[in-house]
T-cell receptor, first 113, second 113 residues
Framework: QKEVEQDPGPLSVPEGAIVSLNCTYS??????FMWYRQYSRKGPELLMY????GNKEDGRFTAQVDKSSKYISLFIRDSQPSDSATYLC?????????????FGSGTRLSIRP | NAGVTQTPKFQVLKTGQSMTLQCAQD?????MYWYRQDPGMGLRLIYY???????DKGEVPNGYNVSRLNKREFSLRLESAAPSQTSVYFC????????????FGQGTRLTVV
């Protein structure tokens, strides 16, 4: 069983819709949770990171962590065609850069104009 | 303002050939990582180096070796390439002010025939 599971999609929604992307994980030691966005033929870029359970908002993006259920989500409000990309969740055990980062398989998102 | 630089960008190898993928970062980060990305599999950690002089295996280390040459450089070597190693390889580094973030290179597209 993979440590981090993510629905690969693809997910296609109309412009302006609310998008929900999710990951589950099995290792309860994970403490730091990240979402990366990857455009085609590019390297991933950090979108948001959170620590502990709860919500974190940044513009149209909200990251949610539920440690009791080992479940994290990324919500995109008022989705735009420029949001079309692959979204990867990622997790690490420690704040220290010595701790490895484990990624989900990524969800390919397409926003239809 | 280079960030993480990978060379080469593209490579075709014959089965059994060897090659080294090069990675260098100019952000003075302590940690560096090698991932491979395959369709539907997300980013899988091959090896990582928490600091200069140390390396550790990730999820899929078989068939690869690494060298942390100095703080800036982290190379990945395929001793005897196999078609199963056809993939996109990403190098990343972390260890800045926000230690959770990993910065990625643009990737190396490797095909083994």
């Amino acid at each position: 069983q993979k440590e981090v599971e993510q629905d690969p999609g693809p997910l296609s929604v109309p412009e302006g819709a609310i998008v929900s992307l999710n990951c589950t994980y099995s290792n309860s030691a994970f403490q730091y949770f990240m979402w990366y966005r990857q455009y085609s033929r590019k390297g991933p870029e950090l979108l948001m990171y959170t620590y502990s359970s709860g919500n974190k908002e940044d513009g149209r993006f909200t990251a949610q962590v539920d440690k009791s259920s080992k479940y994290i989500s990324l919500f995109i409000r008022d989705s735009q065609p420029s949001d079309s990309a692959t979204y990867l969740c990622a997790m690490r055990i420690s704040y220290s850069s010595a701790s490895k980062i484990i990624f989900g398989s990524g969800t390919r998102l397409s926003i239809r104009p | 303002n280079a960030g993480v630089t990978q060379t080469p960008k593209f490579q075709v190898l014959k089965t059994g050939q060897s090659m080294t993928l090069q990675c260098a970062q100019d952000m003075n980060h302590n940690s560096m990582y090698w991932y491979r990305q395959d369709p539907g599999m997300g980013l899988r950690l091959i090896y990582y180096s928490a600091s200069e002089g140390t390396t550790d295996k990730g999820e899929v280390p078989n068939g690869y070796n690494v060298s942390r040459l100095n703080k800036r450089e982290f190379s990945l070597r395929l001793e005897s390439a196999a078609p199963s190693q056809t993939s996109v390889y990403f190098c990343a580094s972390s260890g800045g002010q926000v230690n959770t973030e990993a910065f990625f290179g643009q990737g190396t597209r490797l095909t083994v025939v």
